[in-house]
Every structure is written in structure tokens, then in C-alpha cells.
């Protein structure tokens, strides 16, 4: 009997599964015939107070639901804006606040909405935390290092509510613009650390009574099972403060003395435009030129951290306009692009990147974002669609811009396909900047100016096009300066602050196709043929950043080596 009802729950969740999935296309179609943006309410927190701003009987009967409030901004959800009864109390919305949103819902998600209505615990759905303006600007005005960090933590944690302590700890984290905190028991403490600028810093420690607190409220916020405590759980929140909502991308993993838990901050800010991600002058020229082609495919690679969402973010803000249809499938998706379709994998229910791409195709669109090739099948699907009009943006994981072609063909693509259907590798890493409040400089040492000059040395064929890449050249001599890190408190005592991409970029024409089918090359031989027509290498264009002062010869050889 117990096996008989567990079947018939399991076939009940598949088929809620499948109902779910159906409004949420449903609700896709009608946001595309009515022109008003689509939004998945599974992945975006909602204001209770917000709701409130719309009484539980009026909302339900006009299908609507204030989800979020900024000021005198609301973000307002429906499942038919084009509804008299809802046009009418939209109406009366614009009338009361200076900016509405509205976006389109599926009845799943519009019934999520209401039912917070139920809930009368708290004045915030657990989800969000609400930071205000004045707490912020106070952490943003005295937090500015992490040995300030240290000492007002250690000052408030004695006696104070987890929730200001957590309070502190993210919005300290915003201020100092780290990407990770990290909360990590050890056998007689619990240590708290934060990745600036690539780099992991230790801020304080917790005694463990401190801990299981801090543990409870984050797996709270981010919807986690608070009894569960002997395997991996993933969830997340959002921080809300001024006009800005931080998403906040939470990990929790067992470990000897407790659970680790790693919590990724993903800025909407921190969002580069294609002019300011770094590109040298000749960079920046080649992409704007491969962007206006109207199908093909980009593939960008390198290490976990290394800035490639933020690349190809840049290239869909680039491209974005009314005419033009754009469709992601990510996993998962960090950061949500306003004008964009978004879409994220669900293995569990089938809907992996394979399957997930072979959908959008369907639904026409003229470009595409593929979060990651990991397979034979995606990869012949992201191919054949760059072949028949569409333009595919994706990542591989690959160490070089000439290493994606060989990790294609490793995947069982053909060197035939992948010649067309590839306009252009690009290889990144991050590195960081010189600390401008404390960079000195000096003269330039003859062993350096020989190793910048042994390495910055290319052909004239190769240099045919590269005229920034000249221009730096003529600057290399024993009277130039180079910058030196020094250290202060802004910087935290390391000499930089702040980071910017290198790039390495393939361009994949009719001579590298021919290469590619006549000699099946290996990675050196295709790395060899690239740099002879002038591909810019990564140490290369971390020498050129030298040239400019940006960063120092050290740093790029850590990060290129």
C-alpha cells in the first residue's frame, strides 16, 4: 500500500511538473503577442509589503500583484495587462507612483503571489533582505577594508540579533565589492572570509552558537530544508537596498565540522557595457565587426570566475533592440536582462541544454545564448543553428582561444561543421588593477624592456591591422615607467583594486577553415597559425595593459602562465 501510494504521488508531482511548465509557455506566448516582458516568479522574490500596496480582494480580481517597490518604482505582475478590469487598476497605479514596470506571469506564478497574502508573520516573505538607505550609506561611509570589516563585526556580533550581523556581513560585502562570502567551520571556530578582487581575505571568526544562528536564517532566505543537514543544497535570495536588488546565489555542503556555506553576489551593476569590458582599441574593432554579422557562432572559454557571463552579457545589451529576438538558456540564470527571453535547465525534468536549445529554435529567434557546450548533442544543435541563420553565443571549457576547436572536435563535432559555423574563439582572464590611490611608478629595467620586446615582437603580416598594438610597441623603451603597487588601506595592503579582462581572440576566416579540414591540426599548429595572421595572444594583451599602466608585469605573468 505504501508503495502503491508513493507511485501515485510521485505521477501526481510529474503531472503538477508538466502543468507548471505549460502555464509558464503559455504565459511566454502571450507576453510576445502583447509586447509586455515575461517574468518567472519561481526565481524572483517577492515584497509582502509590496503586495499590500494592492488590497487581496482587488488584486485577485483585476489578476494582478505588486511584487516589488523602490521608492516611487513598483514592478507589477499580470496574466493579461490587455484585461479591462486590469488596465483600469494599472491606471490608478500610474497615477499613484511615477514608475510602473509590468510584466507577464503565469497563472502558477500570479497564484504563488496571492497566497503570501495568507502569511501574517513578519513584514518580509523569507527571500529578500531589506537594507535600508540610510544603513547602507552608514556600511559604505566607515566600511571602506576589511580590517574595518573585522573590527565592527567583532563589535556587534556580542549580543546582537543574527539578522544585523548578517545585515552587516552583506552589505559590508557590497560595499567592498566582493564577489563570494564564505562561512567555513573549523574544529574550534567558524571562519568567515570574502573573495575581493580574485582574491580570498579572512574577516572574522564565529564561535559556533553564532553559527548555527547565521546557518538557519541564510537557509531560511534561501528556501533550503533548515532540518536537513548530510548532503548539498543550493538555493537563493535577494538583497534589497536604494534602487538596486543583489541577487544572492547560496551554496550549503557538508563537511567534518559542520556545513560550509558559500554565498556568490551577483550585481546587476557590475554589468559591463561592450565599450568598457576591457578590449584593447583593435579588440574592440574586430568584435563590433563580428557582432553585426547576422549568424554564426562566438564561443568564449576560460576558468570558473574568469568574467565570460559578463563578455557575452555585454554582446546581448549590444544587440539588443525591438526588431531583433533573443532567447537564453542558462544554468542558472544569474542576471536578468529587461527585452530578453530567459530560460534556465531543469535536468530533472528533461529540460537540459540539448533539449532546451532544440525548443528555442521553435520559437524563432535570431540570436541565441547557450550557457555551456558539454556534449556531442548540444553541440551539433548550437552548430547547425549557426548555420541556418542564427547568431549562437556560447561557453566551452577550453584553456585557450585555439584549444576550442580541438575540444569541439573531442566532443565528436566535425572540423567541416565547426569551420563555417565558428566565427570567432575568445579566450579571458581577469586581472588585477593597480591600486590607483597608492600606485607610484618607476623606470622600466633592461631585463624587462627585453622580456616586453621578446614578446610583443610579431610579423609585419601580422601587425598589418593592428594599429593600436603598434602604437604601444614604439612606447618600449628604457625611458618609459611602469607602474609599482604600494599598498594602503583602500586596497587592503596588496598594491591593487579592482580588475580587468584579458583577451585573446581567434578570428575562424577562409584560410583557418581550409587549415582546419586539409591538415587537422593540433592546438599548438592552430595557436601558430592565428598569432602568424595576428591574433593578439592573452600575455600579449596583458603586456599592452602594462604599456598603459593598468596593472604590472607580475600580475600578468601570474594570471597568463
Known amino acids: ?107 502558477y506564478g500570479l497564484r504563488r503571489a496571492w497566497a503570501i497574502y495568507l502569511q ?52 559590508s560585502a557590497v560595499t567592498l565589492n566582493a564577489s563570494d562570502i564564505h562561512i567555513e567551520p573549523e574544529q574550534h571556530a567558524i571562519q568567515l572570509r570574502m573573495r575581493i578582487d580574485g582574491i580570498m581575505y579572512d574577516v572574522s571568526k564565529f564561535d559556533s552558537h553564532a553559527y548555527r544562528l547565521i546557518l538557519s536564517r541564510i537557509k531560511l532566505l534561501s528556501n533550503m530544508k533548515l532540518n536537513v543537514h548530510g548532503t548539498s543544497q543550493d538555493g537563493r535570495f535577494a538583497i534589497a537596498f536604494q534602487d538596486n536588488e543583489i541577487q544572492v546565489r547560496t551554496s550549503v555542503l557538508p563537511g567534518e565540522f559542520g556545513e560550509n556555506i558559500v554565498m556568490r553576489l551577483l550585481n546587476p551593476k557590475s554589468l559591463l557595457s561592450l565599450e568598457d569590458l576591457g578590449l584593447n582599441p583593435d579588440l574592440l574593432s574586430l568584435v563590433d565587426k563580428e557582432l553585426t554579422r547576422p549568424n554564426g557562432m562566438i564561443v568564449v572559454c576560460g576558468p570558473t570566475g574568469s568574467g565570460k557571463t559578463t563578455t557575452l552579457y555585454a554582446f546581448l545589451q549590444k544587440l539588443k533592440t525591438p526588431a531583433v529576438k533573443i532567447i537564453t538558456i542558462e544554468d542558472p540564470v544569474e542576471y536578468r536582462l529587461e527585452g530578453i527571453s ?88 581577469l586581472l588585477r588593477r593597480v591600486c590607483q590611490d597608492c600606485r607610484t611608478s618607476r623606470k622600466i629595467k633592461p631585463d624587462e624592456l627585453l622580456k616586453l620586446k621578446n614578446e610583443l615582437t610579431i610579423t609585419d603580416k601580422a601587425a598589418k591591422n593592428l594599429h593600436y598594438f603598434q602604437k604601444m610597441v614604439k612606447v618600449l623603451t628604457l625611458d618609459m615607467a611602469i607602474s609599482v603597487p604600494s599598498g594602503c588601506e583602500q586596497c587592503n595592503g596588496t598594491g591593487y583594486k579592482g580588475r580587468i579582462a584579458l583577451y585573446e581572440i581567434m578570428l575562424v576566416d577562409y584560410d583557418l577553415e581550409k587549415f582546419l579540414v586539409d591538415v587537422n591540426p593540433s592546438v599548438t599548429e592552430i595557436k601558430e597559425f592565428a598569432r602568424n595572421r595576428g591574433m593578439i595572444t592573452l600575455k600579449q594583451d596583458g603586456f599592452l595593459k602594462v604599456l598603459e599602466g593598468i596593472t604590472t608585469i607580475e600580475e600578468v605573468e601570474k594570471t597568463t602562465d
Not at 507576453?31 to 499590500?52: D, H, R, V
Not at 514592478?75 to 514596470?101: D, S
Open 342 to 429: 530567459q530560460t534556465q535547465v531543469s535536468p530533472d525534468e528533461g529540460y537540459t541544454f540539448a533539449t532546451g536549445l532544440r525548443s528555442i529554435l521553435r520559437q524563432d529567434p535570431d540570436i541565441i545564448l547557450v550557457g555551456e557546450i558539454r556534449d556531442l548533442e548540444t553541440v551539433d544543435i548550437a552548430l547547425q543553428a549557426a548555420l541556418t541563420g542564427h547568431l549562437v553565443f556560447s561557453t566551452l571549457h577550453a584553456n585557450d582561444a585555439a584549444g576550442t576547436i580541438p575540444r569541439m572536435m573531442d566532443l565528436g563535432a566535425s572540423s567541416s561543421t565547426i569551420g563555417p559555423a565558428v566565427n570567432m574563439s575568445i579566450s579571458q582572464r
Open 1 to 107: 500500500m505504501i508503495i502503491k501510494f508513493q507511485k501515485q504521488k510521485d505521477q501526481e508531482h510529474k503531472i503538477q511538473r508538466i502543468l507548471a511548465k505549460e502555464s509558464e509557455e503559455s504565459a511566454q506566448k502571450i507576453a510576445e503577442e502583447t509586447g509586455f516582458p515575461y517574468l518567472n516568479l519561481a526565481f524572483k522574490p517577492i515584497q509582502k509589503s509590496a503586495l499590500e500596496i494592492v488590497p487581496e480582494e482587488k488584486a485577485k480580481q483585476s489578476g494582478i500583484a505588486v511584487i516589488s517597490q523602490r521608492g516611487d518604482a513598483l514592478t507589477v505582475v499580470a496574466q493579461n495587462p490587455e484585461n479591462t478590469i486590469t488596465k483600469g487598476v494599472l491606471e490608478e497605479l500610474k497615477g499613484r507612483f511615477r514608475n510602473v514596470n509590468i510584466f507577464i506571469v503565469s497563472q
Open 120 to 171: 501574517k508573520t513578519g513584514s518580509k516573505i523569507s527571500g529578500e533582505i531589506d537594507i535600508s538607505k540610510e544603513t547602507f550609506e552608514h556600511f559604505h561611509q566607515t566600511i571602506t577594508n576589511i580590517k574595518i570589516l573585522k573590527e565592527k563585526i567583532d563589535e556587534m556580533s556580542s549580543g546582537q540579533d543574527v539578522s544585523v550581523v548578517l545585515e552587516l556581513i552583506l552589505a
